[in-house]
């Protein structure tokens, strides 16, 4: 009966060993130079400026919840364009019904102004 998962577990151990010869290979061959300028935090060219546990507008969470949102259509749509030639006329009145829903919650979030960038 252990036999059967003899593959899993050599699976296991060879992914266990590549995982640790990578991070040991990569500290090995790495520059280890460390300075003032190397250890500030970088953020899009600009110089890091204030305190990191400012608040933030609820606009920035309420944008990437929407993007969120909007972003997982994706992950419906993809499953259904493979299957498209099983499901047919229902598949594409479905999906239809799907993407119009999203567009009235985009309108509506649109409408709402959750869309507006506002300091």
Do not use: H
């Not at 003899?6 to 060879?14: A, L, R, S």
């Not at 972003?71 to 119009?100: H, R, Y």
């Amino acid at each position: 009966m252990l036999t059967s998962y003899v593959p899993i577990f050599i699976f296991i151990v060879i992914a266990a060993a590549f995982a640790a010869f990578t991070i040991v290979f990569a500290r090995l061959v790495s520059a280890q130079k460390p300075n003032a300028i190397k250890l500030e935090p970088y953020e899009c060219g600009i110089e890091a400026a204030g305190d990191a546990r400012d608040r933030y507008s609820i606009r920035y969470y309420l944008i990437a919840m929407l993007f969120v949102i909007f972003d997982v259509e994706t992950v419906f749509m993809f499953p259904w364009a493979v299957s498209l030639g099983k499901l047919a006329v229902f598949g594409l009145i479905e999906m239809l019904l799907f993407l119009f829903i999203l567009v009235v919650g985009y309108f509506y979030a649109w409408r709402k102004g959750a869309l507006e960038w506002q300091l």
